[in-house]
């Protein structure tokens, strides 16, 4: 049966790999990409290729705003009739940024808006409009463990304070700093789990959600606001580590994140899979009372 998911991250990197292999493999699915300006209709269009269907609508994620737009205009098609039902959802857009100081329109921290509040507020608006059975993936990442097994020293641990706190500027020491923006970017990875936790309670049956970890991938536009070093260090040197086990190349996480939007394998509802297969996240990451108090601080701040 012909059905509708929608996905942001899909214009670069392994969102982009994920879009082909989705749509290769599942030609029932009528893929809605979420994209910043004008870019969406030649996305779009180049993701169509083959026979394949695909649409496109604005949002820029660093504004609550622009994705309650996008949100309501999703409703809206679906409501019309112009988008088969709806059932999925992938968050797979990310920033990192160079520090910890970058705010949005509407006052929060770019990082948490962008990895966190946009996936909610999507997620939430969307909510009544899934048809079961039905799938969130939410792009994770293994920096939210916070050792160097998992991120080999490059990234701080997250640092996880009252949500009040991180949702707002300067919410890391020296804030400045490339290390508390990167700071910003492992917390709030670990928030998204969280709120996958929760989804996991709350959404009503046949809805799941589950986070997705493509380990450390070189290559992508996630460093694009770091320095001209750190930028040709990531497209150029980096890459090379994909040859061992220490990194995944984009193409591979991209398949991986394909297949577990397209339930293979099997993961039940606020599972963490890490590339190919459900695995748990940190011991930090479960933790009832901080998933509650997420909850109730993201409402606050995207949906009431």
Request: net charge positive; glycine share 8%.
């Amino acid at each position: 049966m012909k059905h509708t998911l929608v996905m942001t991250g899909a214009s670069r990197g392994i969102g982009r790999v994920a879009a082909r292999h989705i749509l290769r493999q599942s030609p029932d699915v009528r893929l809605l990409v979420v994209t910043r300006g004008s870019s969406g209709a030649q996305l779009a269009a180049e993701l169509a290729t083959g026979g394949h269907t695909v649409s496109h609508v604005s949002a820029d994620l660093d504004s609550l705003d622009s994705v309650r737009s996008a949100a309501t205009e999703i409703r809206d098609r679906l409501d019309r009739g112009d988008l088969p039902p709806l059932r999925g959802f992938v968050g797979n857009a990310g920033m990192q940024y160079t520090n910890a100081l970058t705010e949005t329109p509407d006052g929060f921290e770019s990082t948490f808006t962008v990895n966190v509040l946009a996936n909610h507020l999507f997620v939430r608006l969307l909510q009544d409009r899934f048809a079961a059975p039905a799938r969130i993936v939410i792009t994770a990442s293994d920096t939210h463990f916070g050792d160097f097994k998992h991120n080999m020293g490059m990234v701080p641990g997250p640092a996880w304070k009252s949500p009040d706190v991180l949702a707002r500027t300067g919410a890391f020491p020296k804030p400045d700093t490339v290390v508390a923006g990167r700071t910003a970017y492992s917390t709030s990875k670990l928030a998204a789990i969280y709120l996958v936790h929760e989804y996991a309670r709350r959404l009503p049956a046949g809805i799941d959600a589950v986070a997705y970890n493509p380990g450390f991938v070189p290559g992508t536009g996630l460093a694009r606001n770091a320095d001209p070093v750190s930028r040709f260090a990531m497209r150029r040197i980096l890459p090379v580590m994909t040859l061992t086990p220490f990194a995944t190349s984009r193409n591979a996480a991209g398949r991986y994140l394909a297949d577990i939007v397209l339930g293979t394998p099997q993961a039940p509802t606020g599972s963490y899979v890490d590339r190919s297969r459900v695995d748990r996240s940190s011991e930090e990451s479960y933790d009832p009372r901080r998933e509650g108090e997420l909850w109730d601080a993201v409402e606050r701040f995207t949906v009431a």
